[in-house]
């Protein structure tokens, strides 16, 4: 199957300060690609979901000035948390999908935690 | 609104016995559904989806799904559970076509040896 990956996988800042986590599909474009945050023991919650060249779209109750998200290739997308605080810390997982394609392709995800 | 509910949350099985998901969905139209997998320290891997078709749809490593439209339903079926099967199982759905993906809540499965 088609490879993501995600780097940092595993973060650790300060609050107030900003961290950016990028997601990158290896052997495909990715025209779409989707952000989600999984609480522990918990299910995916979607966050984002963005386009390659367009402005993400957020689900109800995500603050798009704090996730910033950008996707400005084919094979890369980049999520920003800004002023993070230590109600940010979670597991921030990212997919991709092809432009034919109904199936997302996972990456490993990223822990991030805010002290 | 669309969900998915998994009604099992935590499932405890030996060796060699047989596994059974469940999964429900509320959605009136056409639907894509998707079991996935997530073993310990990993991400998470498909193991089948049904787009159309033959309702019963056969998987990786042993497991199948069945859709039975008149119940909004998706169960995870395998015959005999082994200890690496020990894992977290996902069912997500979407509305057909390229929509995004709305997951249960998982179904934390351990398989004692």
Same mark, same amino acid.
């Given at each position: 199957? #088609? $490879?993501?990956?995600?780097?940092?996988?595993? $973060? !650790?800042?300060?609050?107030?300060?900003?961290?950016? !986590?990028?997601? &990158?599909?290896?052997?495909?474009?990715?025209?779409?690609?989707?952000?989600? &945050?999984?609480?522990?023991?918990?299910?995916?919650?979607?966050?984002? @979901?963005?386009?390659?060249?367009?402005? #993400?779209?957020?689900?109800?109750?995500? +603050?798009?000035?704090?996730?910033?998200?950008?996707?400005?290739?084919?094979?890369?997308?980049?999520? @920003?948390?800004?002023?993070?605080?230590? +109600?940010?810390?979670?597991?921030?997982?990212?997919?991709?999908?092809? &432009? @034919?394609?109904?199936?997302?392709?996972?990456?490993?995800?990223?822990?991030? @935690? $805010?002290? | 609104?669309?969900?998915?509910?998994?009604?099992?949350?935590?499932?405890?099985?030996?060796?060699?016995?047989?596994?059974?998901?469940?999964?429900? %969905?509320? *959605?009136?139209?056409?639907?894509?559904?998707?079991? *996935?997998?997530? %073993?310990?320290?990993?991400?998470?891997?498909?193991?089948?989806? %049904?787009?159309?078709?033959?309702?019963?749809?056969?998987?990786?490593?042993?497991?199948?799904?069945?859709?039975?439209?008149?119940?909004?339903?998706?169960?995870?079926?395998?015959?005999?559970?082994?200890?690496?099967?020990?894992?977290?199982?996902?069912?997500?759905?979407?509305?057909?076509? *390229?929509?995004?993906?709305?997951?249960?809540?998982?179904?934390?499965?351990?398989?004692?040896?």
């Amino acid at each position: 199957g #088609a $490879v993501v990956s995600q780097h940092p996988s595993w $973060v !650790i800042c300060k609050s107030g300060t900003s961290v950016k !986590i990028e997601c &990158r599909s290896l052997d495909f474009q990715a025209t779409t690609m989707f952000w989600y &945050r999984q609480f522990p023991k918990q299910s995916l919650m979607l966050m984002a @979901t963005s386009n390659e060249g367009s402005k #993400a779209t957020y689900e109800q109750g995500v +603050e798009k000035d704090k996730f910033l998200i950008n996707h400005a290739s084919l094979t890369l997308s980049t999520l @920003t948390v800004t002023s993070a605080h230590p +109600e940010d810390s979670s597991f921030y997982i990212c997919s991709g999908r092809g &432009r @034919t394609d109904y199936e997302q392709y996972f990456g490993p995800g990223t822990r991030l @935690t $805010v002290t | 609104a669309q969900s998915v509910s998994q009604h099992n949350h935590h499932v405890i099985l030996s060796e060699a016995a047989s596994l059974e998901l469940g999964c429900n %969905y509320s *959605y009136g139209g056409t639907v894509n559904l998707f079991w *996935y997998v997530q %073993y310990p320290g990993q991400h998470l891997q498909l193991l089948l989806k %049904y787009f159309s078709g033959d309702p019963l749809v056969k998987g990786i490593k042993g497991f199948e799904a069945e859709f039975i439209k008149s119940k909004f339903s998706f169960n995870l079926r395998k015959p005999s559970v082994q200890w690496s099967d020990t894992a977290e199982y996902f069912c997500a759905v979407n509305s057909g076509g *390229y929509n995004k993906l709305i997951f249960g809540a998982g179904t934390r499965l351990a398989v004692h040896p």
